[in-house]
């Protein structure tokens, strides 16, 4: 780090409530309110005439007569860049490969004694944790996350809340547990995001594998993206370039993370969690083989049931049920839906298939409806 040229000194004096064998303490770093920094972005845009639309799912990109046709429900655009800053590429995308999708728990607490840590803090720990503190408008809170995994890998989410809980109540004194949520984020093959133009086409760019730090790294990506549709260089473009070629450092963690699509893809065709839908109780979700035919079936807390394709939209991996968050999550390429199927994260921008289910009052089970 101090050949880097960064300001960092070894040190076992933390102002931590229990004890560390050794740190690396960095100097003069920012904590940021990721949200007020956004809104400051979408300000600034907006003063300079830029228009923002949210709540616009783009369903369709084509790429004809040297312009880009973006496609929503309700529009068409037309553009002569197109950038997907999508956490991850949307549609089929080769950098799919050599990004893996992370899912990582956070909680924020409020302490009796009052004494927040002041600093940012993660250990090397595996699962690893990260320590900061939030100051709200009256109450301040501890902010405690970790315990990741990749997502739709954990057998049950819910457990990783109870883990943190526990790692941060044996640590700090916690009056209660204000908060909780979880993230997603993606770790690259070589350790550094892609950052440039997207494989296949020149005029279209992406940035992918911020690996948990999105607020540095979407700032960069943003620079050197910028520099790129306007001609101009860019001193950082080499490191972070998205077409660049590294299997001396990428090759371990690619045929490791890429085994795992595979297995899960042949894998989990096989497996099934029930046999009839009564098995599935409210606010569950289970894979169920009817009739020799999977099911992602999934029923609300009002004991409503339902059913569709458990395959992903994106590349036809089979989701798993997210306990927690009640969702249902790809462990290929990460795409999510809620309990009714309708897609909430990309790369997938559809929809898991529809499955009609009706009662049969004779036999006092809901089952597949039959098409006529």
Same mark, same amino acid.
């Given at each position: 780090?101090?050949?880097?040229?960064?300001?960092?000194?070894?040190?076992?004096?933390?102002?931590?409530?229990?004890?560390?064998?050794?740190?690396?303490?960095?100097?003069?770093?920012?904590?940021?309110?990721?949200?007020?920094?956004?809104?400051?972005?979408?300000?600034?845009?907006?003063?300079?005439?830029?228009?923002?639309?949210?709540?616009?799912?783009?369903?369709?990109?084509?790429?004809?007569?040297?312009?880009?046709?973006?496609?929503?429900?309700?529009?068409?655009?037309?553009?002569?860049?197109?950038?997907?800053?999508?956490?991850?590429?949307?549609?089929?995308?080769?950098?799919?490969?050599?990004?893996?999708?992370?899912?990582?728990?956070?909680?924020?607490?409020?302490?009796?004694?009052?004494?927040?840590?002041?600093?940012?803090?993660? @250990?090397?720990? +595996?699962? &690893?944790?990260?320590? $900061?503190?939030?100051?709200?408008?009256?109450?301040?809170?501890? *902010?405690?996350? #970790?315990?990741?995994?990749?997502?739709?890998?954990?057998?049950?989410?819910?457990?990783?809340?109870?883990?943190?809980?526990?790692?941060?109540?044996?640590?700090?004194?916690?009056?209660?547990?204000?908060?909780?949520?979880?993230?997603?984020?993606?770790?690259?093959?070589?350790?550094?995001?892609?950052?440039?133009?997207?494989?296949?086409?020149?005029?279209?760019?992406?940035?992918?594998?911020?690996?948990?730090?999105?607020?540095?790294?979407?700032?960069?990506?943003?620079?050197?993206?910028?520099?790129?549709?306007?001609?101009?260089?860019?001193?950082?473009?080499?490191?972070?370039?998205?077409?660049?070629?590294?299997?001396?450092?990428?090759?371990?963690?690619?045929?490791?993370?890429?085994? @795992?699509?595979? +297995?899960? &893809?042949?894998?989990? $065709?096989?497996?099934?969690?029930?046999?009839?839908?009564?098995? *599935?109780?409210? #606010?569950?979700?289970?894979?169920?083989?009817?009739?020799?035919?999977?099911?992602?079936?999934?029923?609300?807390?009002?004991?409503?049931?339902?059913?569709?394709?458990?395959?992903?939209?994106?590349?036809?991996?089979?989701?798993?049920?997210?306990?927690?968050?009640?969702?249902?999550?790809?462990?290929?390429?990460?795409?999510?839906?809620?309990?009714?199927?309708?897609?909430?994260?990309?790369?997938?921008?559809?929809?898991?298939?529809?499955?009609?289910?009706?009662?049969?009052?004779?036999?006092?089970?809901?089952?597949?409806?039959?098409?006529?």
């Amino acid at each position: 780090a101090s050949l880097a040229g960064l300001n960092v000194s070894l040190t076992d004096d933390l102002p931590l409530p229990f004890g560390v064998k050794k740190a690396l303490r960095f100097e003069n770093q920012a904590q940021f309110n990721a949200q007020k920094y956004l809104n400051g972005l979408a300000r600034s845009l907006r003063e300079k005439g830029c228009q923002i639309f949210e709540n616009s799912l783009v369903n369709h990109v084509e790429e004809k007569d040297d312009y880009f046709w973006v496609r929503t429900a309700s529009a068409t655009v037309k553009a002569k860049s197109l950038v997907m800053a999508t956490h991850i590429p949307v549609f089929f995308n080769v950098l799919q490969a050599v990004v893996a999708p992370y899912r990582s728990y956070v909680m924020a607490a409020k302490l009796r004694s009052g004494n927040y840590p002041e600093g940012l803090f993660w @250990d090397t720990a +595996k699962p &690893y944790h990260y320590i $900061r503190t939030y100051q709200g408008d009256e109450v301040k809170y501890l *902010v405690v996350g #970790g315990e990741d995994h990749k997502t739709g890998h954990g057998e049950n989410s819910e457990e990783n809340f109870q883990r943190l809980e526990k790692y941060i109540r044996e640590r700090f004194d916690v009056e209660e547990i204000s908060y909780r949520w979880s993230g997603q984020y993606y770790e690259p093959a070589d350790g550094l995001p892609y950052v440039g133009r997207s494989p296949f086409s020149k005029k279209a760019y992406v940035a992918t594998g911020f690996s948990g730090d999105g607020l540095v790294y979407g700032t960069i990506a943003g620079l050197i993206i910028a520099d790129l549709i306007t001609g101009k260089e860019n001193k950082w473009l080499e490191a972070y370039d998205s077409t660049r070629f590294t299997p001396a450092v990428s090759v371990y963690d690619f045929i490791k993370e890429n085994s @795992d699509v595979v +297995k899960h &893809y042949l894998g989990d $065709r096989i497996r099934a969690d029930a046999q009839e839908f009564s098995d *599935v109780k409210d #606010g569950e979700g289970k894979i169920v083989t009817l009739g020799g035919q999977k099911i992602a079936a999934a029923r609300d807390e009002n004991g409503e049931l339902h059913a569709c394709s458990p395959a992903c939209t994106h590349m036809g991996c089979f989701v798993k049920w997210n306990n927690s968050e009640k969702t249902w999550d790809c462990p290929c390429h990460g795409s999510r839906f809620n309990n009714n199927g309708e897609v909430i994260y990309g790369p997938a921008v559809t929809s898991l298939k529809k499955i009609e289910v009706e009662y049969d009052a004779e036999k006092k089970k809901e089952k597949i409806k039959k098409r006529k």
